[in-house]
């Protein structure tokens, strides 16, 4: 475990070191300041817009953080060939990307707690002086829920982005893989639903099934959107919320799981 | 170094000057053509816009509100064919977040006074009443476009008696929807939502009046309703007046009316009223 947390630290001082997440900040505070002028443009219910934009804005720098930076850092020690410095200490694949997978996460993780604190910042100036069009149910535990739930859905996309880029060969093909798992993931129980109510596809129980078995393979990343719960201060369950942190924690296992075992049996460059 | 340092300046403040003088001709030509917002929608399904914006559904709805925001904001006259796109992102804006209350308002404001689209209006308030139990005004906007500009009384009752059960609601909105009931046939329903409201301890003592006159009359309606009943049911047709059902001795006398001295009848429907609003 503590070759492992070596590795996560390397990785994470690695990330911090990294100008494009001084970007993605820099991005993320500029978004939060229009955030202040856009919810002034509304009359009703400005707190929904603020907190709308706050978590879009946390969730957003999360995909740019896993799609640009993780990716890249993985991918640059398979290309660079600097991971035989690493695997050159006594440490095995599977710490490394664990390893990797913990300082990746607590970069995300970070990010979010960072922009987290401005989004809260950037909703009580922009509803300075009119606290009144707040939505009527919203309270700062369901915000902090919706970050915490947001941040789990960018670590699933962290796993599933580690485990494509052991099963790939190129960085732009994990990038890709990536890219389109995070959108089947966000999709894929609206269209399941879409598809089983609707008369058109009724008589496709192929497609129904094969829509089925995607969604075991692929995450449901729209169970883990609480924004709109968040904005709206909507009643949350706590049975609920249990079952998915349940679900997300054991997806991003399985995802290191098999990563490690398809990273073990590659033969790196 | 000299030469160049003047030829940056001498490019600054000429280039800078043209960009000036351009974009102040340019304001006042715009001006001059009246150049307005255009609203841009593609008519696109909800599911697939919800799809298409992924997680981001509420800025997106945000965004289409501020396009509509804009373009209302713009214009003096609105098209036909401008309120179709008005309607169509609105719609498209409560696909992606049916709970927001700024959508609804645009939707009643906008939608049945000034596009002359009360079903439209009506088909989208009830996404909304359906998103928001907790609020009573998309139910009342409902009961409103069915009663002013649809005149359906039957759904303006249902609508306004649901309305006057959300918490919060004012009292006026399950009498108003008492007296629609009355008119569309559904006394009985109305009388027991009214007699339900009686029990909350929160009602203040003129709400408490109100509520119990309103209860009094409608019972004086129903009374009288089966005393007609059995009048057709003994004579084959209806009385020319109240006074006939106490002249064929079916009732007593007829129920006092605490909005007027006696109650309304019309002989030819066979209707009773508590006041004069027909």
């Not at chain 2, 030509?29 to 298409?52: E, F, H, I, N």
Request: with cysteine; proline share 4%.
């Amino acid at each position: 475990m503590t070759k492992t947390f070596l590795v996560a630290k390397i990785a994470f001082k690695e990330g911090t070191r990294n100008r494009a997440l001084h970007g993605i900040i820099s991005l993320g505070i500029l978004l939060f300041a229009v955030n202040i002028i856009v919810t002034a443009m509304f009359s009703w219910e400005m707190g929904k817009v603020a907190v709308d934009m706050g978590l879009s804005v946390i969730s957003l720098a999360g995909l740019i953080i896993i799609f640009f930076l993780g990716i890249n850092s993985l991918s640059n020690d398979l290309e660079r060939r600097t991971i035989y410095l690493i695997l050159s200490r006594p440490l095995t694949k599977r710490h490394y990307l664990v390893g990797k997978f913990f300082g990746l996460g607590l970069l995300v993780i970070t990010s979010s707690l960072v922009l987290g604190v401005l989004a809260a910042v950037s909703v009580k100036i922009a509803m300075y002086g009119s606290e009144s069009f707040m939505p009527a149910g919203f309270s700062w535990a369901t915000f902090c829920l919706g970050i915490i739930y947001q941040t789990l859905s960018l670590l699933i996309v962290l796993a599933l982005s580690v485990l494509w880029v052991t099963a790939t060969s190129h960085p732009f093909t994990a990038l890709l893989v990536s890219v389109i798992s995070y959108l089947v993931g966000q999709n894929l129980e609206n269209v399941t639903s879409i598809i089983s109510t609707s008369k058109v596809f009724a008589g496709n129980p192929f497609l129904i099934k094969t829509l089925e078995w995607i969604s075991w393979i692929f995450p449901n990343l729209a169970a883990f959107d609480l924004k709109t719960t968040a904005a709206y201060g909507l009643p949350v369950d706590a049975a609920y919320l249990a079952l998915t942190a349940a679900y997300g924690i054991s997806y991003i296992i399985v995802c290191l799981t098999i990563a490690t075992a398809i990273f073990n049996r590659r033969e790196l460059p | 170094m000299k030469k160049t340092t003047l030829l940056l300046l001498s490019c600054l403040l000429g280039f800078g000057a043209l960009n000036l003088a351009a974009g102040s001709a340019l304001k006042d030509v715009r001006q001059d053509l009246k150049t307005t917002y255009s609203l841009r929608t593609v008519p696109v399904p909800g599911p697939v816009l919800g799809m298409a914006a992924g997680e981001f559904k509420g800025i997106a709805a945000d965004y289409l509100l501020m396009e509509v925001g804009a373009f209302l904001g713009s214009r003096q006259e609105a098209s036909p064919e401008d309120w179709e796109r008005v309607s169509t992102a609105l719609e498209q804006s409560l696909m992606l977040d049916p709970y927001f209350q700024q959508t609804y308002l645009y939707v009643q404001a906008f939608l049945t006074w000034q596009a002359k689209m009360p079903e439209k209006a009506v088909e989208l308030l009830k996404i909304s009443a359906q998103h928001r139990p907790w609020d009573w005004r998309p139910p009342y906007y409902i009961g409103f476009d069915y009663y002013f500009f649809l005149k359906d009384f039957d759904n303006a009752s249902r609508y306004f008696l649901e309305a006057g059960k959300v918490e919060g609601a004012p009292v006026l909105l399950p009498l108003l929807g008492a007296r629609f009931a009355v008119k569309s046939g559904r006394t009985e329903v109305a009388l027991r939502l009214l007699e339900s409201m009686l029990d909350d301890p929160t009602l203040e003592e003129t709400e408490r009046k109100e509520i119990s006159q309103r209860i009094e009359a409608m019972k004086g309606v129903l009374y009288l309703k089966a005393a007609l009943a059995s009048y057709k049911e003994k004579e084959g047709r209806l009385p020319d007046s109240l006074e006939e059902l106490i002249e064929k001795d079916i009732i007593k006398k007829t129920p006092s009316n605490p909005y007027a001295s006696e109650y309304l009848y019309d002989k030819t429907t066979g209707y009773v009223y508590f006041d004069e609003v027909k």
